[in-house]
């Protein structure tokens, strides 16, 4: 097991976990699957040293990653928020990575002097739910129904810590 920085090269495993995601409409509001190419801005603009990217690795493979990102960039007064997300292979879920990838995310969070973490995912993403929970993130906020996949609805929830 190792966590580390993200590099270039670990792009395209990233995409292939996220394209995962999508694909089960439960992990993320995203509804189309991205080219390595389409996520390279967005690579790009988490390469600083308080919105990363963080890889887990299994035998140099990378099987799950998170990042931070700013919350309502451009407003100072939320410069100690950050919004954490995450994904992990489909292959190796339920073995423990989420929790490993938490408690890195947690600790980093004090480094890097954010007093509040916030977490954004959809009502039936229960396992994701329960992540949070293990770690003491509370219910901070709840949009009902605006998630609209052909149809089928779902709440926008807002999971919060305070570091």
Not at 93 to 98: K, V
């Amino acid at each position: 097991m190792n966590i580390r920085l993200a590099e270039y090269k670990d792009l395209e495993a990233m995409v292939e976990i996220y394209n995962q995601a999508i694909l089960t409409h439960r992990c993320t509001a995203a509804m189309d699957t991205f080219s390595v190419e389409e996520r390279i801005p967005w690579f790009e603009g988490h390469q600083t040293l308080e919105y990363s990217i963080y890889v887990y690795e299994i035998d140099n493979k990378v099987v799950g990653y998170l990042y931070f990102s700013g919350y309502r960039p451009g407003r100072r007064a939320m410069r100690y928020t950050a919004e954490i997300s995450y994904y992990i292979h489909r292959d190796y879920q339920r073995q423990g990575i989420g929790t490993k990838l938490m408690g890195f995310a947690i600790n980093k969070s004090k480094e890097l002097n954010f007093k509040n973490l916030i977490a954004i995912l959809l009502e039936w993403n229960v396992p994701s739910i329960k992540l949070l929970e293990k770690f003491g993130f509370k219910e901070w906020g709840r949009l009902p129904e605006i998630a609209d996949f052909d149809g089928e609805v779902c709440s926008h929830l807002y999971y919060g810590l305070k570091i």
